[in-house]
């Protein structure tokens, strides 16, 4: 996860999130600048699309446009503008240059044809820590976005313990925690560098998806 104050990474293949999740955290604002979204931590500390851009420039094999949790307790109209700002957050990234593969991310409750339409290396679905406890929920949310992305890689931010995590996996293609592609499988390294990623290291099995976790 991306956190401007952070200045070591792992020398690994990396999927680099947004730190958009930070929204959530208390006293945490979404704010319009320039009409795009950033996110204001407590402290001042600020998150724009430009600046989680070039950390994942540098450090990603994989990254996901800043988006914004939208959970239900929001209201409806905060959750709209929210998504409004992730949306254009994601067409802002993927109107600059990048040698990494991109995931537009999407809210449960969110259109993903608009993400469709800039053609992306995949769809993160995120925003589903609030629904933790409600695997049902959860299922038909990954089965949903699957049925409408196709053969697109699909990577779920879904905040289950991992003992929940197989059950549901085990009823749809690509239902995991992490990068998964159509199948529902990590792809290989070598398989990585045809795709044109950027592997920090050789000789793993599979990529490290990695949340670095805001102090």
Same mark, same amino acid.
């Given at each position: ?16 999130? !947004? ?12 704010? #319009? ?44 109209? #905060? ?6 700002? !992730? ?7 993927? !109107? ?27 769809? =993160? ?25 196709? #053969? ?16 549901? $996996? ?11 592609? $159509? ?11 045809? =795709? ?7 000789? $793993? ?11």
């Amino acid at each position: 996860e991306y956190d401007p104050q952070r200045h070591c990474f792992p020398e690994l293949p990396l999927m680099v999130d !947004s730190g958009g999740y930070a929204a959530l955290s208390p006293h945490s604002r979404v704010i #319009e600048s320039g009409g795009l979204g950033v996110l204001i931590r407590p402290g001042g500390h600020r998150f724009t699309p430009a600046d989680v851009h070039a950390a994942q420039q540098q450090y990603a094999t994989w990254g996901c446009t800043l988006d914004f949790p939208s959970p239900h307790a929001l209201g409806e109209a #905060e959750r709209q503008r929210r998504h409004a700002l !992730s949306l254009a957050n994601a067409r802002w990234a993927f !109107s600059q240059p990048r040698d990494f593969q991109l995931f537009a991310c999407l809210q449960p409750g969110q259109d993903v044809a608009p993400l469709l339409e800039l053609s992306p290396d995949g769809i =993160a679905l995120g925003g589903l820590v609030p629904f933790a406890r409600d695997a049902a929920f959860l299922a038909e949310q990954v089965r949903a976005v699957r049925a409408q992305i196709g #053969e697109l890689p699909l990577h779920v931010f879904d905040g289950r313990r991992p003992q929940q995590e197989q059950p549901i $996996a085990a009823r749809q293609r690509g239902a995991v925690r992490g990068h998964v592609g $159509a199948e529902g499988e990590l792809p290989r390294l070598d398989a990585v560098e045809k =795709a044109g990623g950027r592997p920090r290291a050789h000789g $793993a099995d599979h990529p490290l998806s990695l949340r670095l976790q805001m102090p």
